[in-house]
C-alpha cells in the first residue's frame, strides 16, 4: 500500500513518476524486517530519492485503494489454497513454530474482511516513520551521494522498534498425513526440522552446519530399485529468520509414492550418519559452494547482498573468511558428526497433503504419531 497514495499525490502519479524516470521500486515486508529497493539511473537520482522519502512519511492508504487490495488477496488467497505445494508450506510452518507464534501464523480469508485501515497506519507509524532505518547503495554512485542522503533522509526518526523472542510451541505429532480429494493424484511433502540461526555463536563462528546441508542431496531423476515409479528429486533450503530458523525439504510427488519419498529422504540421513563421504564427493561440495561465495561477489549489487546479511545478523566481515576455512578444511569424519548430530528422524517433522479441490478443503482425514 505505499505505493497507493501519498497527501499531495494518487497511486497513478506515484507510478507514473518511477516509469517516467525508467526506474523500478520494490517494497517487500519479512517477519522481522521490510524492504523499499529502488533500481535508477545515476542522472535521476536527485529526482527519485524525494518520492523515495515520501512513500516512507507520507504514504495515507485510502480506504478505496485498500478495499481493491483486500479483494484482490483474498482472490489470490482462494487460488493458491487449491494448490497442495501452498497448503504443505503455510502448515510445516505451524508445525515447526505453534499457530500463535508470528513464523507460524499465516493468513486466512476473514482476516481481510476483518483488516481495518486504522491498524495498517497504526503499523506504518511505529516501523517505517519512527521506525530503525538503514540504508545500503551500490552501483555507479554519483560523488555527492553522501549529501543527497543526508539532505532527503537525515532527519527520519531511528528507532529501535523491534520484535522480542517469542518461545516457539511445535507439534507434538511429527508425522501428518492430509487428503481432501480422494480422487488427487499430486501430493506435497514438507520434512522440516529446527536449526541454528546466524545469531548462533557456532554458526557465526564456523559456518560447518552448511557444509552437511549441503552435502544432504539426493540424485536428481534417480529411479530407486523396487520403487515403481518412483523417481525423486527435492529441493531443501534454510528458511532463516533472525530469532528461530528451520532445515526443510520440499518435493512434489504423485500421491501414490509420497510415503515412499519421505523413506528414501530418512534412507539418505541414515547413509550420512553411518558412512563417510567420499572425498571425490566432498570435493565437488567444496568447489560448488566456493563457486557460490565467488558468484555472490560479482558485481557492486552482488557484493552489497552479502554485505546486507553480514550487517543485518549482526556478524562481522570475518564471518566470511571462517567460512572460507571451514569450507577448504572440513573433512569427512566432522561431517559425519555433524549428520549425527542434525540428520535425526526424530528431530524432523513430516507433513504430506494431497489436494485438487476447494469443496473439502482444510478437512483433516487423520494423523499419525511418527513414533
Not at 516509469?19 to 521500486?25: A, N, P, Q, T
Not at 485438487?356 to 504419531?369: A, D, H, I, M, V
Amino acid at each position: 500500500m505505499l505505493r497507493n497514495g501519498t497527501s499531495n499525490k494518487t497511486a497513478f502519479q506515484i507510478n507514473e513518476h518511477f516509469e517516467y524516470y525508467g526506474s523500478y521500486l520494490n517494497r517487500a515486508c519479512y517477519n522481522e524486517t521490510s524492504t523499499i529497493t529502488l533500481h535508477c539511473l545515476t542522472k535521476h537520482i536527485n529526482e527519485l530519492l524525494p518520492a523515495v522519502k515520501e512513500l516512507i512519511t507520507d504514504s495515507v492508504m485510502p480506504e478505496d485503494e485498500l478495499a481493491t487490495y483486500k479483494q484482490n488477496m483474498k482472490q489470490r488467497l482462494k487460488v493458491n489454497l487449491k494448490k497442495s505445494d501452498f497448503v504443505a508450506g503455510r502448515q510445516i510452518d505451524v508445525c515447526l513454530y505453534g499457530e500463535n507464534h508470528p513464523y507460524g501464523k499465516y493468513s486466512k480469508l476473514e482476516d481481510f474482511d476483518t483488516l481495518q485501515r486504522e491498524q495498517l497506519t497504526g503499523f506504518y507509524n511505529r516501523y517505517y516513520k519512527q521506525g530503525k532505518h538503514i540504508m545500503f547503495v551500490a552501483g555507479k554512485l554519483p560523488a555527492n551521494l553522501e549529501t543527497l542522503l543526508n539532505h532527503h533522509f537525515g532527519d527520519l526518526a531511528n528507532g529501535t522498534a523491534g520484535l522480542s523472542p517469542i518461545a516457539i510451541q511445535p507439534a507434538t505429532e511429527k508425522k501428518y498425513r492430509i487428503t481432501n480429494d480422494e480422487n488427487g493424484v499430486q501430493g506435497s511433502v514438507r520434512i522440516a526440522r529446527p536449526f541454528l540461526t546466524a545469531i548462533t555463536p557456532t554458526f557465526k563462528s564456523t559456518g560447518a552446519e552448511r557444509i552437511i546441508w549441503r552435502i544432504f542431496r539426493l540424485p536428481v531423476d534417480e529411479q530407486y530399485p523396487g520403487r515403481q515409479g518412483l523417481h525423486l528429486w527435492y529441493i531443501q533450503f534454510l528458511q532463516n529468520h533472525v530469532h528461530d530458523s528451520a532445515w526443510v525439504i520440499s518435493t512434489e510427488a504423485g500421491k501414490d509414492v509420497c510415503e515412499a519419498t519421505i523413506e528414501e529422504v530418512y534412507k539418505e540421513m541414515k547413509l550420512l550418519r553411518e558412512e563417510l563421504v567420499d572425498e571425490e564427493e566432498l570435493l565437488l561440495v567444496r568447489n560448488y559452494m566456493m563457486g557460490g561465495l565467488l558468484g555472490d561477489l560479482d558485481g557492486p549489487f552482488q557484493i552489497i547482498g552479502r554485505w546486507k546479511n553480514i550487517i543485518l545478523n549482526n556478524l562481522t566481515e570475518q564471518y566470511f573468511y571462517d567460512t572460507i576455512k571451514t569450507i577448504k578444511n572440513i573433512s569427512a569424519e566432522e561431517i559425519q558428526a555433524l549428520a549425527q548430530k542434525y540428520l535425526q528422524p526424530e528431530d524432523f517433522m513430516s507433513w504430506w497433503w494431497c489436494s485438487t479441490s476447494t469443496q473439502r478443503l482444510g478437512e483433516k482425514r487423520y494423523t499419525e504419531n511418527n513414533n
